[in-house]
């Protein structure tokens, strides 16, 4: 008996959502829901202020829309103005309770705002109730957990968020690159906790996953060196040098792991190369760089000249 006179509140409760959701939106005019659809039509192109220029126009008149107040408050939220954002997004699921992905774009702010817990919670109810992709509200938790400072956590949602992400279309649009985000990411997580084999795994695996990206080579040739394969971590330095022969922070960190495996000949070619294509005034980290050079190689006069010039930047 009590069970099912529960069950008809959660029905009436459902309807009267339903019903004042239905009656905020039909109390706007045909003029003002033209305005409306201009700012949803920003929104979508993700031109946020343009779409606040709309939605602003109409708000004085629909205070109680909540599809106004939701585009408004994620709106405001890809901006900046997380207080604004807040405010409106707390009033629209007020009127709209079952506006699943509103709770995940509440999520996003609560978790930027150090507000952990209550961002979890919205994430759980975004998944519940079809809120997005089911792989990126779970990259959301784990990004969370590392804010959190609970790696573990944050390893165990990112794992579950790539193999979710790699059961859907590969040749979706932006497929390459949310797999690429996601697998540094969890390189970076793995370095952090010193397992530098699985690092380095997940960085050749974004690599892998699609076209030439230097900053992608640079991570993975950091993570060789860290770990003294120096001759890996040269090669990578070799593959972004041949796409970009100008690159001076190459050039340097090439030099480095010449220098580290010995090959003194090299290094000074390739620290030249970068004193060389260095954009910059301050040298004197190049300068100190060859004077250890020349230091192997037994030129002490060239490398005291090099220090004092280093000394001067």
């Not at 994620?74 to 604004?84: A, C, F, L, T």
């Amino acid at each position: 008996m009590i069970e099912r006179s529960t069950q008809r509140k959660t029905i009436i409760l459902i309807l009267l959502t339903v019903f004042s959701t239905s009656l905020s939106a039909a109390a706007m005019s045909p003029q003002d829901r033209k305005i409306l659809n201009m700012g949803n039509i920003y929104f979508e192109k993700k031109a946020y202020f343009r779409a606040i220029e709309y939605y602003d126009k109409i708000y004085p008149r629909n205070r109680n829309n909540a599809e106004l107040l939701l585009k408004r408050g994620r709106s405001y939220s890809k901006i900046g103005y997380d207080e604004k954002a807040l405010k409106d997004l707390n009033l629209g699921l007020k009127l709209n309770p079952t506006y699943g992905e509103a709770y995940k774009w509440r999520g996003d702010i609560l978790a930027v705002t150090g507000q952990y817990d209550r961002a979890l919670k919205d994430y759980d109810y975004a998944e519940k109730h079809h809120g997005g992709n089911l792989w990126s509200i779970t990259n959301k938790r784990a990004k969370v957990y590392i804010l959190m400072g609970k790696p573990d956590q944050a390893l165990s949602y990112l794992t579950k968020a790539i193999e979710i992400h790699r059961k859907t279309k590969k040749n979706s649009s932006g497929f390459v690159e949310d797999e690429r985000l996601l697998l540094t990411t969890r390189s970076g997580l793995h370095q952090n906790r010193g397992d530098y084999k699985s690092a380095i795994k997940d960085m050749t695996d974004a690599i892998k996953s699609g076209a030439f990206r230097d900053d992608l080579y640079l991570r993975r040739a950091e993570l060789f060196f860290t770990t003294k394969h120096f001759q890996e971590a040269f090669k990578d330095y070799s593959t972004i040098l041949s796409k970009n022969p100008v690159d001076e922070t190459a050039w340097e960190k090439r030099a480095e792991a010449a220098l580290a495996m010995g090959n003194l000949s090299r290094a000074l070619l390739d620290v030249n190369k970068a004193l060389e294509c260095y954009p910059g005034e301050n040298l004197g980290r190049l300068y100190r760089l060859r004077a250890r050079v020349y230091d192997k190689q037994g030129k002490k006069d060239l490398a005291d000249k090099d220090r004092v010039r280093a000394s001067k930047f």
